[in-house]
């Protein structure tokens, strides 16, 4: 009888490819998945989700994820009420790197500023473009990853010369970014201040095709608890900079938003800007064990990433492109190290498309004074 409904089962997921859709393989049992493109136009995004036109065929299998993961990747999302709890990986000297590659094209505050490899290939990338499309070369990196004990002294050096019990710009050891080592802040050579205007603007127009975003934009200081910050950045990857870019989401909103395509339910495909297209799904952690059994693509390049709350994002390379964007050519040079398939030189806006289918202390210090304080 076994032998039997094994071949029932193996004839029922064959029919279903040919069917075009997607399938799952759990304990015996085929699950039936759809994917959901979405309309950047639509107000609101998560809205009015009909079955898709098209669906992708992939299987999944597990990989056992240790729960500490859940801390450690570029999408954590670290504010007053989440704090950091990753482990100091992967950091470089940002100085020292940009000597490695031979940029003369933004300034770095001294050889102890780190941050993580990933972002700091991306920044270099970035720079070298800004250069080159402006002439600019007065930008500096005044700050990057901060221990704990470097964090709590900031907030009470600040605590100390305004003599109020609460820091209004600086967060306590443990609620900053900058212990993440996924975000830096930037500065003018000279007597002007980074605001992201005039050419300056090129940079938080373009940070995105490097895995990058202005962690705290205009307008969104009731969400995320921090004023508007155009000096801050923070790397989150490919293709979420595109995404959170092109729908103006904070990482709050974006940490969110993401939690409405879960494993079991409509997962979200995304073309990034240079085409090649990602499929993107969330995945709780299990509490009840020191580890989670992830759902993985079989035979495709993925990425788990935790949020630093309650489980993973697993975003997957399709190996995809859409036909009406550009398809990078093998040798060409990429914007920023992390994904070989970004080219440089793209101008457009980025697009993508949906086939019908959370009292907060300020987290940052200005600047100059993260530059002396540091």
């Given amino acids: 009888m076994k032998k039997i409904l094994d071949v029932i ?21 085929v699950i039936d998945q759809t994917t959901t493109y979405y309309d950047p ?26 729960n500490t993961e859940v801390n450690n990747s570029p999408l954590i999302l670290v504010n007053s009420n989440f704090a950091c709890n990753s482990e100091e990986a992967n950091l470089v000297s940002l100085y020292v790197k940009r000597l490695e590659a031979d940029s003369h094209s933004f300034g770095v505050r001294d050889e102890e500023l ?10 270099i990338r970035m720079f070298d473009d800004f250069n080159a499309a402006t002439q600019a070369d007065n930008v500096v990196v005044v700050s990057g990853f901060r221990t704990a004990e470097d964090q709590q002294s900031l907030y009470e050096e600040d605590l100390e010369e ?7 710009k600086v967060a306590p050891a443990g609620y900053s970014e900058h212990q993440t080592g996924w975000c830096v802040d930037l500065d003018i050579d000279g007597d002007e201040e980074f605001d992201g205007t005039d050419v300056q603007s090129w940079i938080l127009e373009n940070c995105y095709k490097y895995g990058m975003v202005l962690r705290y934009p205009e307008g969104k200081q009731e969400i995320t608890g921090i004023q508007y910050e155009p000096w801050h950045f923070r790397y989150v990857g490919f293709p979420h900079a595109t995404i959170m870019s ?19 339910g409509n997962h979200l495909q995304v073309t990034d800007y240079d085409g090649r297209i990602y499929e993107i ?19 495709l390049d993925y990425e788990i990433c ?16 859409d036909e ?18 970004q080219p440089d030189d793209w101008s457009e806006e980025p697009e993508f498309e949906e086939i019908p289918d959370g009292d907060t202390p300020d987290d940052e210090v200005a600047p100059e004074e993260d530059a002396e304080e540091n």
């Fill in 9 to 29: 089962l193996s004839l029922a997921l064959v029919a279903g490819l040919g069917f075009g859709g997607y399938y799952i393989v759990s304990n015996g049992t």
């Fill in 41 to 66: 136009d639509a107000q609101p995004i998560t809205e009015e989700v009909t079955e898709p036109e098209n669906q992708s065929n992939i299987l999944f299998e597990s990989e056992e994820v240790p």
């Fill in 114 to 123: 780190l941050v993580r490899e990933i972002m700091a290939d991306a920044l």
């Fill in 162 to 168: 305004t003599g109020l019990d609460y820091s209004e």
């Fill in 246 to 264: 092109n729908e103006g989401m904070c990482l709050e909103e974006y940490t969110d938003f993401l939690k409405g395509y879960p494993y079991d």
């Fill in 281 to 299: 799904f969330y995945y709780p952690m299990d509490t009840e064990f020191e580890s989670t059994l992830v759902p993985i693509p079989i035979g």
């Fill in 306 to 321: 935790g949020n630093n709350i309650d489980g993973f994002i697993v975003t997957v390379d399709t190996g995809e492109y």
């Fill in 324 to 341: 009406t964007e550009p398809v990078p050519a093998e040798d060409e040079e990429i914007a920023g190290d992390a994904d070989p398939e």
